[in-house]
């Protein structure tokens, strides 16, 4: 049996498609001429949607979208996307098979690859092919302590890659492409039921482009007022460490760090936060860090770009009245 | 139909080093094991929590199983001391080099090897391992339903369990039928109550130390398993390279006093935050 092309499973349990879905198109076309063979995109989906989300898989990048209908209250069911992308795979026999590596896409994928038997590899932060010609992925382990570079012996190999190390491609929607229904036998039985959803989520940090964070340098729960404010001036998402969500100061989609969101906005102000080895995997690859501590040894000066010394609530108060002056950049 | 009587509950613990004190062999992308001790994977500190409640509801014993080193030991009686009934753990030469694929079919086997389960739990993510995957892959293989990043447990009867798990965008609420595997995140809750791991009593702790650890190695488990799934010749994947994350760091700029409030509005300028 010959392995070719790549498949990326197009996330879709609301409704809607995840954008990291679409950065793993626009990175599996990139590395498409040293595969060989095409792009294949595997998506559950609605009646009512299945078209709309074709065309949007063709856009970014897919040549062949596998479309798996099924009736609306399924779309949440995990049982019913991993027999799709176990489908899926043994339709395209892929050489490489991404999937975003979301909360949702870390459930579905290892169940496939148990499935199949093949290896996989966690929370890719790239994928690559080498000089030999194999398909290599680079990963965090260790809290984010080590970058290790993994290859997978059987095949496909299989990644969640993390969402937003990939930038979001152009979307074309005059590109040709072709869109395959696929059939899936939806058994009765109810091992798996999804009742609700019992929570959207309000806050995305994952795709913040400025945040402002806090830690334990803020003193009281009704403290955290000012700051908020302050990331309002700024036009920026407020964030937490570990501990302000461990008080009940702020809510868990909130938090920063290896237990909570990892991030990566254009700027990352750290407000009274230390540093911790399990922060710093959440927030290091942001592209400009500022922090503002008293203690200028604290652990996070070796992982910022700028270093206030100083007091948070002394520079918040200052820097609300010195912004008062200028427009934010919407 | 219906099933009776107390429940049978997994947990899945990982002896994983404190990463904050723990040095790392470059060459093998490993950790240096003689460099630090060994403790329970903070995530799975919640799932033994979770399962005392379990078997205050409903009777039962608590078995846990971590495939592991012989130093590990200390660990599992740390969750013995913690409150778990039964420790095993499973060592072996042919066990070591094993990646995700791996861990969870040697997992997996014992678990038969238990013979019979009604839940597995286990944590969201290990902080050395770091791939949220080994819950998931334990699932498949045994052929039952599984949720992840789960942060509430609604509620539990004997034949089924209702969670609420967060998918990314959204918590949704999922009903599973029992035996099932459940991967638990932090905060969490059971029913109504905040679940917080503490520590043991020195009673609970002197009484592990007389504790019996049984100790399973591959033969073992080889009339439930393939023994030449196991370890590093049952992993797929391979680690070519690997180096310090964090070693290159940021030089930062440090600025203090008056300075401060300036250099703060001319980096968000140069930033393009403000104009
Ligand atoms: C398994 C595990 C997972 C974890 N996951 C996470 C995670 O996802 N995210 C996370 O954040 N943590 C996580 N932690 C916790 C982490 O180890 C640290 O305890 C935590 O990050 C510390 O938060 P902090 O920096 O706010 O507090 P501290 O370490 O107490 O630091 C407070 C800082 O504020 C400064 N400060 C105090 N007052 C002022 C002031 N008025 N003005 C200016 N500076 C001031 C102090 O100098 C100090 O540097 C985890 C821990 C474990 C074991
Ligand atoms: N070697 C192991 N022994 C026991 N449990 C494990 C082992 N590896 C992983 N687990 C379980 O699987 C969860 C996820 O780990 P990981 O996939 O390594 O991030 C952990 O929180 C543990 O509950």
Known sequence: ?330 | MPRWGALNIVVLIKPAPDITKAKFDIERGTVDRSSTTLEINPFDLYAIEVAKRIKRLFGGTITSLSMAPPHAEPALRDAIARGVDRAILLSDKRFAGADTLATSYTLAAAIRKLGSFDIILCGEKSVDGDTAHVGPEVAEHLKIPHISFVIRVVDITRDRIIVEADYGDAYYTVDLKLPALIALSRPVIFKEEFVEPSMPKISDVLRAKRAKIEVWNADYLSDVADVGRFGLAGSPTRVVKAYYALEKGRMARFVKGDESIITLLNTLKELGVIQ
């Open chain 1, 1 to 330: 049996m010959s392995w070719r092309g790549i498949l990326v499973y197009a996330e879709n349990y609301s409704g809607s498609i995840h954008r990291a879905s679409f950065e793993l198109l626009g990175k599996a076309r990139g590395l498409l001429p040293k595969i060989g063979g095409v792009l294949h995109a595997a998506i559950v989906t609605s009646e009512e949607n299945a078209e709309k989300h074709s065309k949007e898989l063709i856009a970014f990048g897919a040549d062949e979208v596998l479309e798996y209908i099924v009736k609306e209250r399924f779309l949440p069911n995990p049982v019913v996307h991993r027999n799709a992308l176990i489908d899926a795979i043994s339709y395209a026999k892929p050489k490489l098979v991404l999937v975003p590596a979301t909360p949702w896409g870390r459930s579905i994928a290892p169940r496939v690859a148990a499935a199949i038997r093949t290896g996989i590899t966690a929370d890719c932060l790239d994928v690559y092919v080498d000089d030999a010609g194999d398909i290599v992925q680079v990963r965090p382990a260790f809290t984010g302590n080590i970058i290790a570079h993994i290859k997978t012996l059987t095949s496909p190999v299989m990644a969640t890659v993390r969402p937003g190390v990939f930038p979001l491609p152009q979307p074309d929607y005059s590109r040709k492409g072709e869109a395959i229904a696929k059939n899936l036998s939806l058994s009765e039985d109810d091992d798996v039921r999804v009742v609700g959803v019992s929570k959207r989520k309000t806050v995305k940090l994952s795709e913040a482009t400025i945040i402002v964070s806090i830690g334990k340098g803020v003193r009281s729960k009704e403290d955290i007022k000012l700051f908020e404010e302050l990331a309002k001036a700024l036009n920026a998402q407020l964030a937490c460490s570990r501990p302000l969500v461990d008080m009940g100061w702020m809510e868990r989609d909130r938090q920063v760090g290896f237990s909570g969101n990892i991030v990566r906005p254009r700027l990352y102000i750290a407000l009274g936060i230390s540093g911790a080895p399990q922060h710093i995997a959440g927030m290091k690859d942001s592209q400009y860090i500022i922090a503002v501590n008293t203690d200028p040894s604290a652990p996070i000066a070796k992982y910022c770009d700028l270093f206030v010394v100083g007091d948070i609530y002394d520079i918040a108060k200052k820097l609300l009245q010195a912004l008062e002056g200028f427009k934010e950049v919407k």
